[in-house]
T-cell receptor, first 116, second 118 residues
Framework: GDSVTQMEGPVTLSEEAFLTINCTYT??????LFWYVQYPGEGLQLLLK?????DKGSNKGFEATYRKETTSFHLEKGSVQVSDSAVYFC???????????????FGQGTRLTINP | DGGITQSPKYLFRKEGQNVTLSCEQN?????MYWYRQDPGQGLRLIYY???????QKGDIAEGYSVSREKKESFPLTVTSAQKNPTAFYLC?????????????????FGAGSRLTVL
């Protein structure tokens, strides 16, 4: 079945450091890919998404590129801030579900802590 | 503002009791979902519903039940048959689209309910 594997955490960085959180996936067909972020005590919020190969999703300084050849969707940010401290989830939505409910498959999450 | 409201935020249950978690949305979304979150395991799908009066089992439905009598509401009951119910429960909703790139696959999440079995 479909699956998502994320870089294990926790990840601790200093403010203004470069961030990469690795995400690779296994899926049949051409899934859509997502990064969600969860701040302490809250639900998940969509951070960015990409729906086809070579698409780049971006939001709030974060970027991720859908790489079909390496089945990856790594999250990057050039200069992190303390406010970026959260848990980040990579997820995919199976391509064959082109209508109906969307069953997202999530990675295990990566906890990121940014120190001032 | 449109969104998803989950209640209660925190819930304590004695072993052997059933508890019901509420999820209400005012986004006019057709589809609703329940996920369970455990530390280090990501989110796992419990149940989902595409339309009123219809719902489907997800990957870990055993010990849970749901109903979808109204479009806005999708309550989850954690029954005494659930062996390890202590977890963070997240409700989500989405539109139901016909096109792959329609944005239908973006889920909106509630703030979650934390259930602890004493």
């Amino acid at each position: 079945g479909d699956s998502v594997t994320q870089m294990e955490g926790p990840v601790t960085l200093s403010e203004e450091a470069f961030l990469t959180i690795n995400c690779t996936y296994t899926a049949t067909g051409y899934p859509s890919l997502f990064w969600y972020v969860q701040y302490p005590g809250e639900g998940l919020q969509l951070l960015l998404k990409a729906t086809k190969a070579d698409d780049k999703g971006s939001n709030k300084g974060f970027e991720a590129t859908y790489r079909k050849e390496t089945t990856s969707f790594h999250l990057e940010k050039g200069s992190v801030q303390v406010s970026d401290s959260a848990v980040y989830f990579c997820a995919l939505s199976s391509q064959h579900l082109i209508q109906g409910a969307q069953k997202l498959v999530f990675g295990q999450g990566t906890r990121l802590t940014i120190n001032p | 503002d449109g969104g998803i409201t989950q209640s209660p935020k925190y819930l304590f249950r004695k072993e052997g009791q059933n508890v019901t978690l509420s999820c209400e949305q005012n986004l006019n979304h057709d589809a609703m979902y329940w996920y369970r979150q455990d530390p280090g395991q990501g989110l796992r799908l419990i149940y989902y519903s595409q339309i009123v009066n219809d719902f489907q089992k997800g990957d870990i439905a055993e010990g849970y039940s749901v109903s979808r009598e109204k479009k806005e509401s999708f309550p989850l009951t954690v029954t005494s048959a659930q062996k390890n119910p202590t977890a963070f429960y997240l409700c989500a909703s989405s539109i139901v689209g016909r096109l792959r790139f329609s944005g239908a696959n973006v889920l909106t999440f509630g703030a979650g309910s934390r259930l602890t079995v004493l």
